[in-house]
């Protein structure tokens, strides 16, 4: 099992089910579900998610490298290896290289999150300062895929999807979010490129960034402790996106999200793509991220989903 410490918990939940189950065909239904997720369990048992490598960080200008305050090891980096979920393969879903350290390009985007994402930046407006603590979804919160699944979850509710409909939503979902992670993990640990807080207070270490450089820097929320290039949390929401658009046939659509952040306080969207915006910009509020690791982690996701919707279970009927 993927949660051992809840095995008790899910064992509850699942006799309490079954015990209140009136009606044989519900009853059947949970056997079923039962049946399937156990076979899913034991499809993926080899799938590399517990592979244990060793990833040595670089120290060359450029590289990734463990980022202050508290310099943790680098997190997952035999997930690029595990076996995709839905995708015939991962080369053909990969974004193109982020630009080199020592080029123009990199030294616009260096210094846009140096003036916007800074702990204490002059520019960054109260608005952007909480998208980017709203959007944070680090470690024990819902995470950017538990996000996605509440946004879901508001969707099926308000446009009355059957169980049907709703059980394909879900398996597309995170399908599509499982493959983004394994694709974007793939091009961190491909290109091993350094955060903005060491491109920052390493800018001296190239001719065309040194203006920038200062050693104090500091990002306005903790950078995660992986490689920057791409985003996971724009790869992650463009392929669910794709596949809630698909799943309504329109763009358009009003919703809102919550936030472990901040409990009982909403941010609300008349569009998929206005929430994708706001979500890929706000790692580039908080100092995580420079803007073309969040719009190619966007674009690769969004086709993930697209892919994914159009041929995973296009055989399927209602």
């Known amino acids: 099992m993927l949660h051992p410490a809840r095995l008790q918990k899910f064992a509850t939940l699942s006799r309490d089910a079954r015990a209140s189950d009136a009606n044989k065909t519900a009853t059947a239904s949970f056997v079923f579900g039962a049946e399937i997720s156990q076979r899913i369990i034991e499809h993926r048992k080899n799938d590399g998610a517990t592979t244990s490598i060793s990833y040595i960080a670089r120290t060359s200008p450029g590289l990734w490298r463990r980022t202050p305050k508290f310099y943790r090891p680098p997190e997952q980096p035999h997930w690029r290896k595990v076996s995709l979920f839905g995708l015939p393969e991962i080369d053909g879903f990969l974004p193109p290289p982020p630009p080199r350290p020592d080029s123009e390009v990199f030294r616009d985007a260096l210094r846009e999150v140096k003036e916007l994402g800074g702990k204490d930046s002059q520019i960054r407006t109260k608005e952007q300062t909480f998208i980017a603590r709203f ?180 055989t399927l009927t209602n």
């Open 135 to 314: 959007w944070k979804d680090f470690s024990y919160t819902q995470t950017p895929p538990g996000h996605w699944n509440e946004i879901a979850n508001f969707v099926t509710i308000h446009q009355g999807l059957s169980l049907w409909e709703e059980a394909k939503l879900f398996a597309l979902l995170n399908i599509s979010m499982a493959d983004a992670g394994i694709v974007a993990w793939e091009c961190k640990y491909r290109h091993h490129l350094w955060r903005p807080i060491h491109a920052i207070r390493s800018a001296h270490e190239f001719k065309i960034t040194q203006k920038l450089h200062n050693s104090e820097w500091k990002p306005l929320i903790e950078t995660p402790a992986h490689p920057e290039y791409v985003s996971a949390h724009s790869c992650y929401s463009g392929a669910a996106a794709a596949i809630l658009r698909q799943t309504i046939g329109n763009d358009n659509f009003k919703f809102r999200a919550n936030s472990d952040e901040f409990p009982g306080q909403f941010r609300t969207f008349h569009s998929f793509s206005s929430c994708i915006d706001e979500i890929s910009e706000s790692r580039l509020f908080g100092g995580i991220h420079y803007r073309f690791s969040c719009d190619q982690g966007l674009l690769a996701g969004q086709k993930i989903g697209a892919y994914l919707y159009l041929n995973l279970l296009n």
